[in-house]
RNA sequence: GCGCUCGUAGCUCAGCCGGAUAGAGCGUCUGACUACGAAUCAGAAGGCCGCAGGUUCGAGUCCUGCCGAGCGCGCCA
């Protein structure tokens, strides 16, 4: 139990005392100023209206009747205000807690009802660009920290390997392929659609395995081995990037099954026999609206066909019959009026309110020489997620990119970004990180071998530093509840801090074996949970750098 | 027009369930390596927390209204 739990139990327990009275949602936080304590809380401010009575007294009453061995000092301080201070022999416990937990300090083994946290899910039409590697960090990251937070989560990537964009995408590359022997390749639309370079990457390798022959062939045929070769060599190169970046997923779906499998007329058939549809203008609507959406949706196409809503109901219900009881979707910004209807279109057909969870990411904007780029696949002017990792490497990129909430706005410059690679604060980190694996080849030991902590004082950069430490847990839990990632990236930069002034100010390896214990358990902690916070961001950890 | 998400230092961003004097990094300026890594540390300058009301002991944080930005509002996904 952290000291913030054991803290609000004791305060909870001295209110009962004194008051006779149960609260609960007793508020302890860490000040801001030191010299306020090591914890604090509002409680009698909080209180002082209900127990009638003002808010220093209560405070007075409080610290009286306070039972808590681990607190050496309480005082009142301020408008009502009790500030706590720990005995260092508590903190020095709660530190060899941590060593002996080691990487698995603050996470918790999985329980409970399964996620299916879905992220990424880009359509097999091209190479991932840096709008792409935004939500693959972000999702990747939040799936390490639910998972460390103690949720039971599975990673999933949701294809869609059929409808118009493949088929689009299908012909432009069969344009350029046809394009190889100076043929020329009927297309639906008036242009080919997509225009990047891969197209005729992708035409030239179809031309390697088949050379002229599926020329010869019934032309849609031929589109159709050549869309599938396009397709898959897409999803190829995303996986590959994806890996590079250390993205994993557990799963990938696809949208062809669910129309093989007959789940998308299930749930088709399932809505139109119930009360919530009707048609009007030759096609059938599902009445979302009734569910919170908008406006009705329309579910079948008046051509007989089904619209985007057919698949994805039938994909989130699949997840349900999987037994997940929670769907995290990842999704750009862009769709953001999807969650409603598809949500209005799941409460028609029976399953609870809560299970989709949306998180929207927001888009990357691309900035060059203070310019707006726009980027889009299909004109084919992209800057590719590969081609960053080339110029600033993994590390950097994937700091970056969950730094700031997934819900702010985030201009991407390019050539800023590569000209201050050397300035990402990934690296004050890591360099914290081996500056302790230094101090431990020079102390000729391991944090592995440090046995029993004695006891002693701590000095100020000591005691900030151990409560930074302890405060992991918490910011693990607060993270996944909130879905946030940015928060680890704040931790670490603060724990970073934390240490180098600690180190600046105390020299580690000193003579007296006491002091070097506890120092070189300080450092063997900090490099810990650094290692074990940098892990969440999916960033290495370096012995030297 | 309606809906969602945002607006904090020159720039990029933090700020826990409403708490005490709003914090970092970059950039600017000044200092610190003859003991463990200076990719570091100490200090200075830099703020109407978009604006205006409201709620209360207390608001960057909650509510309302404006202003500004992005996205969405297809028988596209």
């Known amino acids: 139990m952290s000291f913030e739990e054991r803290l609000a139990g004791a305060v909870r327990k001295a209110v009962q005392r004194s008051y006779g009275v149960e609260l609960d949602g007793i508020h302890v936080e860490r000040p801001n100023d030191p010299t306020h304590g090591d914890f604090a809380t509002n409680v009698a401010l909080a209180n002082a209206k209900v127990l009638r009575r003002n808010p220093r007294e209560v405070a007075e009453n409080l610290v009286g009747a306070l039972d808590a061995p681990f607190v050496r000092e309480a005082e009142v301080a301020g408008p009502g205000f009790v500030n706590f201070r720990l005995s260092p022999e508590a903190l020095w416990e709660e530190l060899g807690y941590l060593l002996g937990e080691g990487e698995g300090y603050g996470r918790r083994e999985p329980s409970g009802d399964p996620v299916l946290l879905e992220f990424?899910?880009?359509?097999?039409?091209?190479?991932?660009?840096?709008?792409?590697g935004r939500q693959a960090a972000y999702g990747d990251s939040l799936a390490r920290i639910m998972g460390a937070a103690g949720r039971n989560v599975q990673r999933e990537y949701y294809f869609n390997d059929g409808g118009n964009q493949i088929r689009l995408f299908g012909e432009s590359v069969a344009v350029r392929y046809g394009g190889l022997y100076g043929e020329t390749w009927p297309v639906s639309g008036s242009e080919?659609?997509?225009?990047?370079?891969?197209?005729?990457?992708?035409?030239?390798?179809?031309?390697?395995?088949?050379d002229s022959r599926l020329l010869e062939m019934d032309p849609e045929v031929a589109l159709h081995e050549i869309t599938a070769f396009a397709t898959s060599w897409c999803m190829g190169d995303?996986?590959?990037?994806?890996?590079?970046?250390?993205?994993?997923?557990?799963?990938?779906?696809?949208?062809?099954?669910?129309?093989?499998?007959?789940?998308?007329?299930?749930?088709v058939r399932e809505l139109a026999e119930g009360d919530n549809v009707y048609e009007s203008e030759g096609a059938l609507w599902l009445a979302t609206s009734r569910f919170g959406d908008d406006k009705d949706r329309v579910l079948v196409k008046s051509d007989g066909s089904y619209t985007y809503m057919g698949p994805d109901l039938a994909y989130h219900?699949?997840?349900?019959?999987?037994?997940?009881?929670?769907?995290?979707?990842?999704?750009?910004?862009?769709?953001?009026?999807?969650?409603?209807?598809?949500r209005a279109g799941l409460v028609a057909l029976g399953l609870p309110h809560e299970f989709l969870d949306v998180e929207l990411v927001r888009l990357v904007k691309l900035v060059q020489e203070g310019e707006q780029v726009k980027f889009s696949k299909r004109a084919g002017n992209i800057v590719t997620l590969d081609e960053l990792l080339d110029e600033v490497g993994e590390d950097v990129a994937r700091y970056f990119y969950v730094r700031s909430s997934h819900k702010t706005e985030m201009n991407f410059d390019l050539d800023?970004?590569?000209?201050?690679?050397?300035?990402?604060?990934?690296?004050?980190?890591?360099?914290?990180?081996a500056r302790i694996s230094s101090i431990f080849g020079r102390a000729e030991t391991s944090p592995e071998e440090l046995g029993e902590i004695p006891a002693g004082d701590l000095a100020p950069e000591e005691r900030l530093l151990v409560l930074e430490l302890l405060d992991f847990p918490r910011v693990i839990q607060n993270a996944a509840q909130k879905r946030e990632v940015h928060p680890i990236p704040t931790y670490l930069e603060t724990l970073?801090?934390?240490?180098?002034?600690?180190?600046?100010?105390?020299?580690?390896?000193?003579?007296?074996?006491?002091v070097r214990a506890r120092r070189l358990a300080l450092c063997a902690a900090t490099k810990v949970v650094l290692a074990s916070g940098?892990?969440?961001?999916g960033v290495n950890a370096p012995e030297k750098m």
Do not use: C
């Open 416 to 433: 800023l970004a590569i000209k201050h690679s050397d300035e990402n604060p990934v690296f004050y980190v890591q360099y914290a990180h």
């Open 120 to 132: 990424v899910s880009v359509n097999p039409t091209g190479p991932m660009h840096v709008g792409h």
């Open 238 to 267: 995303i996986k590959r990037t994806l890996a590079r970046i250390r993205v994993r997923f557990d799963s990938f779906f696809n949208e062809k099954g669910l129309y093989e499998s007959g789940a998308v007329d299930v749930v």
């Open 496 to 514: 970073a801090t934390r240490f180098h002034q600690f180190y600046t100010v105390h020299r580690i390896l000193v003579e007296d074996a006491d």
């Open 317 to 342: 219900r699949d997840k349900w019959d999987r037994g997940f009881r929670t769907a995290t979707d990842v999704l750009g910004a862009d769709h953001a009026g999807y969650p409603p209807r598809i």
């Open 534 to 537: 940098l892990d969440l961001l």
């Open 192 to 210: 080919t659609a997509y225009k990047g370079d891969y197209t005729v990457e992708i035409a030239e390798d179809i031309a390697r395995e088949h």
